[in-house]
Structure formats: C-alpha cells, structure tokens
C-alpha cells in the first residue's frame, strides 16, 4: 500500500468519504486518491515522494504556479501583525480598489470566503433588489453548494426544478428554473411564462464546471438583452473565469457587462476567499448601506487579503502573463490535436485561452446534454494513464483543465508526449 492509500483508508474512517470536497475522491476515474504533501511552480509532491505537473492548479487559484514567491512573501510579512481581526483594514480597502479598477462592471465590491457564498449573496442581492423570487440557471454550471443551485433540470428544459441532493427542500428548488447551456429559445420561454418572476440569470460567462463549454456566438449577447427585456439581473459567475481569461475576466473577453459578477479562487491566491460586487445601485442595498443581510466573521482576513493582493498587483502589472498562458494553452490544445489526428481519433476539445477540456466524445459540446454524452470509462483510464506518467488532470470527465503560466516549452512537451501515450493505452 502507498501512503497515500494507507492515509485515504484512514480518512474514510474520519471523513466523509474521506475527503473534504467529493471530486478529490476519484470516484468518477476509480482508484485511490493521491495526497499531496507540497507544491512549487508548475509541480505537486505526494506524499509518497511521486511528482507531478500540475494541470489543476487548485482548479483555478494558482495562475502563477504554486507558491510563488510575490504571493508567498506577502503571507509572511502579513502573519505577524495576527492573523484576524474581524474589523475594518486598509488592505480590504486597497483590494476593493483593485478589484473595481480590473473588473469596470464592478463598481462596489463585498469580500467573502469562498465562491459558494458570493453566489449565495449574490442571488439574495438580486432578489431584494428586483422584490422578485425566481432565478434561472443553466444544466450543468456550477454556482456552489447553496440549496438554491444543487437543481437538476429534470427531463427537460421547461421542467421546474428538482432538488439534485437530499436536504433542499422542493420549496427550494421550485424558485430555481433551468434551462440549457447555449440555448436562447429555452430561456425566453422561461422568461414569459414567469412574468416578472424572475430575478435574476446567473451563468458562468464560459462553463467549467460540464468540463470546458464555450458560449456560441450572440449567447451572452442574448442573455444580456433578454435580462433588459425583462427587467431581470444578469449576474456573471467567474469565480473560475475571473482575473484568468483577461485581466477582467470572461465579461472583458467577450465585451459584456453584467449587472453582479461573482468571484472567488484567483483573488485569493490560493487563500479562502469570495467576492461579489457590481452596480452601485445594486450593492447599496447591501446591509449596513441597505436592508440585504449578508456578513461574515472572517471575510476580509487580512492574510487572505495579503494573498489576493499580491496575486492580483502581480496581475495587473504583468499584462504579459495572459499572453504567455494563451500561447501554453494554444501550444498544448495543438499538440493533443495532432495525437488524436494521428491516433484515427475524432474526440472534441473545447479551448479558450488557460482553459480546455479533451472530451472523450465525437460530438460537439455546447452544452451539458453532450457533455454527458462521452465515453466516462474511456476517460478514467486515460486519466489513469496520465497520472502513472506524472501529469494531475482533473479528476473528471466534466471539469475543464486550469493552466498556469509556470508550464515551461519542455513541460507542455512532455504534457502532449503523455497525451498521446495515455490515448493510446486507455484504448488498448
Ligand atoms: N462558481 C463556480 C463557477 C465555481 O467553479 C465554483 C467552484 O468551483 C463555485 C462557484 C463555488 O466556489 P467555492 O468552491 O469556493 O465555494
């Protein structure tokens, strides 16, 4: 047994599953989770020594690589003056500032802990400001464990929502609408049979969470035209996207403005955090400045904030870094493509900037009805095979891939190199 198995037989014993998040579980590629001791750059350790080139970075957070070295020393220099206060400092000042000024929709900011309370927050924000109930969703984004999200989209589209998890109650779930990925005709219908119910859209601007799904041409335009019509808030989740597809995320990328954006992982340098912000006349309803409650005894700690500072300054002042994750992203998706053309294979990979997804799938994706069509035995081997030959994927078909600007040319080389190895094994 490694220790890594030895430590996951423990765990089950004291952990839920023995893990503190389902997917580092592996149940969907089968086996026994790796533990991991460390990190530097573009490498995680186990705990049995193995190395690794890392492909998740945290699934998101470390843009930069892990623990590098700006990030790192702010940590430091911050632990001495104690580590929370739960009062007002000047570092949540400097990072509301920074995060407005990278981010132009995001006129006023509230720091919170993590992306499952900036969605929350958000929603709630949404509905005091509109007096209305009902938010719409897409099958197959992600916003967080809140009840009002964990809904499936039943057996079709115009279905209301059907609570995904035990615990949310169908009171719940009625309030969350669904509708497919991509699909404006699904969200209009929603929109007219629930006159001047509906509160909010939330989406996330580029999926990640069915693993890599682009928006078609005109969709985010849609969304954004059809939330006007309505007089419904269209609310941006790029608590992946944020601060990694530009500087100011999915919304400078596509040029759309939404009224709420949600953020979290890359603002807190691999720390704890969330955020959500937007209009100011919408965050002033936000209490003390409104009636919204919403509060937190940590958020804003000042570690945290040092952190997310320092990764975001580093940001802000190094456009250069999203050119480089670009090219790596470019460099690998051609490489993976040229294997699956010699390998005789047709499987799809959605691409945009640091972020890709290889589905095990003839089909397009575009949304998550396809998404589910792929091969899911097929890819528990083939991430299998990566791991044996050093490269941490993602630990699931429906996950997309996070980059991080600490991939050197030799790296992506022997990335593509393993690729075609692994194919080819999954389909021996
Ligand atoms: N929103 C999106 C788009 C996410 O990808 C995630 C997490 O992966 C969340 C919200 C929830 O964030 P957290 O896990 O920090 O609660």
Redesign the pocket.
């Known amino acids: 047994m490694t220790t890594s198995e030895q430590l996951f037989e423990k765990a089950k014993t004291l952990i839920p599953g023995g893990v503190n998040?389902p997917v580092r579980a592996f149940r969907s590629v089968g086996g026994s989770p790796v533990f991991i001791k460390s990190a530097k750059g573009p490498y995680l350790y186990d705990e049995d020594g193995r190395e690794y080139i890392e492909l998740i970075n945290s699934?998101?957070p470390m843009i930069l690589g892990h623990a590098f070295e700006p990030v790192e020393k702010a940590v430091r220099d911050a632990i001495q003056y104690s580590f929370s206060f739960g009062a007002p400092t000047r570092k949540e000042v400097e990072m509301a500032e920074l995060i407005t000024n990278m981010v132009p929709s995001v006129e006023k900011v509230r720091m919170v802990?993590?992306?499952?309370?900036?969605?929350m927050a958000a929603i709630r924000v949404a509905r005091g400001f509109t007096g209305r109930d009902k938010i719409i969703k897409f099958e197959g984004?992600?916003?967080?464990?809140a009840d009002s999200?964990l809904i499936a989209a039943g057996s079709g589209a115009m279905t209301m929502g059907i609570p995904d998890s035990p615990g949310v109650t169908k009171a719940t779930a009625a309030d969350t609408l669904t509708a497919p990925f991509n699909d404006l005709a699904a969200v209009e219908k929603l929109l007219d049979n629930n006159h001047n119910q509906v509160a909010a859209i939330i989406l996330?601007p580029v999926?990640?969470?069915m693993g890599c799904v682009l928006p078609e041409p005109g969709f985010l335009e849609g969304v954004r035209s059809l939330c006007d019509k309505h007089d419904a808030l269209l609310i941006f989740?790029?608590?992946?996207?944020g601060f990694r597809l530009a500087k100011g995320g999915a919304q400078e990328r596509f040029g759309i403005t939404p009224d709420l954006t949600?953020m979290?992982?890359i603002i807190g340098g691999g720390m704890?955090v969330?955020a959500y912000g937007g209009r100011a006349d919408i965050m002033d309803i936000v209490a003390p400045a409104g009636p919204v409650y919403q509060a937190g005894t940590l958020s804003g700690n000042p570690i945290a904030m040092s952190a997310g500072l320092a990764m975001l300054h580093h940001l802000n002042d190094h456009p250069e870094v999203y050119t480089r994750l670009d090219q790596i992203g470019e460099t690998l998706v051609n490489g993976f493509r040229a294997s699956l053309v010699k390998l005789g294979l047709n499987y799809t990979i959605n691409h945009i900037g640091s972020m890709f997804t290889l589905f095990m799938t003839e089909r397009s994706v575009t949304n998550f009805t396809e998404a589910k069509s792929c091969d899911l035995p097929l890819f528990g081997r083939y991430f299998h095979a990566m791991l044996k030959r050093g490269v941490y994927l993602a630990p699931s078909q429906f996950e997309s891939l996070f980059l991080s600007v600490a991939l050197t040319d030799d790296l992506t080389a022997q990335i593509i190199q393993a690729n075609e190895e692994s194919l080819q094994e999954a389909l021996a």
């Not at 984004?141 to 464990?145: A, E, L, P, R």
């Not at 989740?237 to 996207?241: F, H, L, R, S």
């Open positions: 998040s699934w998101g802990n993590s992306g499952t309370e900036a969605t984004c992600y916003h967080g464990h999200f996330e999926v990640g969470n989740d790029e608590v992946m996207t949600t979290g992982k704890p969330g």
